[in-house]
């Protein structure tokens, strides 16, 4: 079992920034690719970011490209994204999430190829 706990979220006015932190716990880390979604009410979870196992390869949504920045830091078990510029559609709580099998594009935007997922950090950008 992964346990993943994100921190960072808060409240920030559009234009503003953010870093949100996910520490996993449990098993290997470097062995697990990773990536993080949000939900906002009422909508589905989409796809954010993801970052593969030793972190040569990511992938943004388009929503987010240019503006967010997603790394990971294997010998402190913790992965990163760094959201620039924000908007108030970026308004979502986000999770992170991690996945051992993952390693193609086409891959890493499903959520259901996700082995674990964290309860979650709350990111609201006021206009």
């Known amino acids: 079992q992964v346990q993943l706990v994100e921190s960072g979220g808060g409240l920030v006015q559009a234009g503003g920034s953010l870093r949100l932190s996910c520490v996993a716990s449990g098993r290997t880390f470097s062995n697990y690719a990773m990536g993080w979604f949000r939900q906002a009410p009422g909508k589905e979870r989409e796809f954010v970011a993801a970052i593969s196992q030793s972190g040569s390869r990511t992938y943004y949504a388009n929503s987010v490209k240019a503006r967010f920045t997603i790394s990971r830091d294997n010998a402190k078990n913790t992965v990163y994204l760094q959201m620039n510029s924000l908007k108030p559609e970026d308004t979502a709580v986000y999770l992170c999430?991690?996945?051992?099998?993952?390693?193609?594009?086409?891959?890493?935007?499903?959520?259901?190829?996700?082995?674990?997922w964290g309860q979650g950090t709350q990111v609201t950008v006021s206009s």
């Open positions: 999430a991690s996945s051992y099998y993952c390693s193609t594009a086409g891959c890493f935007l499903k959520s259901a190829q996700y082995d674990h």
